[in-house]
């Protein structure tokens, strides 16, 4: 059997595992078709597609596919080029999307976690790469673009929580200035694409996350950097939280405390109340006991 006979199979083989969902033999087959012939486009992007779709959050493979998926381009005819760019591209964008979602799902469920932060920030930088790769094959792609707006805000925004395996003690995680600074950059270059092809386009707003507060005396007060506010956070965390009973009493607050703020929150007469009856008697305690 020729060469090209070869080819020929292979590739049909591997699209038929593709369409099974056997991503490994369908990589497999690329493969075998790439030791043949290093020149066959399809092979290349196949290879790309078939690696990518086998990634997880311990082992990212999109930048396997970036240069799979570079080796297709250059390798592609200039008739067949604008095609195998806009297949390139749509692909990465699905990828990103997908694992975006499965990344963003593991922060949420193991945010107390030491690791869990960085590597989140890793995995998200790694797509922003490979949507900057796309915009080489296509700049002016509406969807690579937005989807670097929304991977930049997400990471500048940082991530607030409650740690279940503490009692629901409040959380939350930023990015280094330098890093911020990076991304801010790299957002306001997509931003301006954008306006570019759409005037009327209108960045999301970022909303820097921080931890909870505390829910009674911040509805009570108003703002989350009265000085109250700032002062029984203090207590909570270096005093009562050292404490079994005071862990105990910060978990039963953790449960109750949104709805009562909520109803502070609606009312000019409540928060009066609270003031005089709760966030008084208790700043002066924590100012005594600290």
Not at 1 to 6: A, C, H, L, V
Not at 113 to 120: A, G, I, N, R, V
Request: charged content about 25%.
């Amino acid at each position: 059997m020729g060469n090209e006979q070869k080819i020929t199979n292979y590739l049909g083989m591997a699209r038929t595992a593709e369409i099974g969902g056997n991503q490994a033999e369908a990589l497999d087959y690329y493969n075998r078709v790439l030791e043949i012939d290093p020149t066959v486009p399809d092979a290349w992007f196949g290879k790309g597609k078939a690696a990518v779709w086998q990634s997880s959050l311990a082992n990212f493979r999109i930048n396997e596919a970036v240069i799979a998926f570079n080796h297709a381009i250059s390798n592609t005819s200039n008739d067949q080029l604008d095609a195998m760019e806009q297949m390139s591209v749509d692909e990465i964008n699905a990828v990103v999307s997908t694992m975006y979602s499965i990344a963003r799902q593991n922060l949420e469920e193991f945010a107390a976690l030491d690791d869990t932060w960085p590597s989140y920030v890793g995995q998200v930088a790694q797509m922003t790469d490979a949507l900057e790769a796309a915009r080489l094959w296509k700049p002016n792609d509406r969807v690579t673009l937005e989807n670097i707006v929304h991977l930049c805000k997400d990471n500048i925004e940082g991530f607030s929580f409650r740690d279940s395996y503490n009692n629901g003690m409040p959380g939350a995680y930023s990015l280094s200035d330098d890093y911020e600074a990076v991304l801010r950059e790299q957002m306001n270059r997509a931003v301006e694409a954008l306006r570019l092809l759409d005037s009327s386009y209108e960045p999301p707003q970022i909303d820097k996350k921080q931890a909870d507060a505390c829910f009674v005396v911040t509805a009570t007060m108003g703002d989350f950097h009265h000085p109250n506010v700032t002062l029984l956070r203090k207590f909570r965390d270096t005093w009562l939280a050292r404490r079994p009973w005071g862990n105990s009493f910060i978990g039963a607050y953790y449960r109750a405390g949104p709805k009562i703020a909520s109803a502070i929150e609606r009312s000019r007469f409540l928060k009066f109340v609270s003031y005089w009856l709760i966030v008084r008697p208790a700043a002066a305690l924590a100012k005594k006991l600290m």
